[in-house]
């Protein structure tokens, strides 16, 4: 089985631009989550789908959306971006009740 | 206090010894997540654990729900050991898929 697969890998944007990044989860895996990876906070969860339902949402400001299609693939949205948004942003894909499977990330800086 | 401390922050160790990495966490969970992160932001799902015993490999991960505590042992420790390991809790209420991670302990394995 392909794994998770997360386009596009890198990413440079200025601030007050907006991005979409894309995450297609492992086939047959219904939900789909996004982590931030920044050096100073860590690891932080953004937001879970399932069956294209938004079921968890972290503390995260509403620039950050998200939205999952009726095939599983996910996108999330970051507008008016601040030189704050510079991560690593990881999708993840998981069975019901199982471990997660992690995309390679996009990197987003913002200049 | 964060709800997931992990220790050591660092780690540095000769090839071939055993090491240890610890978690702790202040809220019921319903899973204890251990992660494995290369340079270039890679993740890779380790174990998932709910009570007692995984093991895989030269790897070996415990849980003590009661106390409140994980740990991740290597056993025969490899150069190619080197990497970033975290500790990510699933919580029993609220927002119960959300994970919560440990700020990592990043390894160091010398030949």
């Known amino acids: 089985k392909a794994g998770v697969t997360q386009t596009p890998r890198y990413l440079i944007k200025t601030r007050g631009q907006q991005v979409t990044l894309s995450c297609s989860p492992i086939?047959?895996?219904?939900?789909v989550s996004w982590y931030q990876q920044t050096p100073g906070q860590g690891l932080q969860f953004l937001f879970e789908y399932f069956s294209e339902t938004q079921r968890n949402k972290g503390n995260f400001p509403g620039r950050f959306s998200g939205r999952q299609f009726s095939n599983s693939r996910s996108e999330m949205n970051v507008s008016t971006l601040e030189l704050g948004d510079s991560a690593l942003y990881l999708c993840?894909?998981?069975?019901?009740?199982?471990?997660?499977?992690f995309g390679p990330g996009t990197r987003l800086t913002v200049l | 206090k964060n709800e997931v401390e992990q220790s050591p922050q660092n780690l540095t160790a000769q090839e071939g010894e055993f090491i240890t990495i610890n978690c702790s966490y202040s809220v019921g969970i319903s899973a204890l997540h251990w992660l494995q992160q290369h340079p270039g932001g890679g993740i890779v799902s380790l174990f998932m654990l709910s009570s007692g015993k995984k093991k895989h490999g030269r790897l070996i991960a415990t849980i003590n729900i009661q106390e409140k505590h994980s740990s991740l042992h290597i056993t025969a420790s490899h150069p190619r050991d080197s990497a970033v390991y975290i500790c990510a809790v699933r919580s029993r209420s609220g927002s119960a898929r959300q994970l919560t991670f440990g700020s990592g302990t990043q390894l160091t394995v010398l030949p």
């Open positions: 086939s047959g895996h219904r939900s």
């Open positions: 993840a894909s998981s069975p019901p009740g199982s471990e997660q499977f």
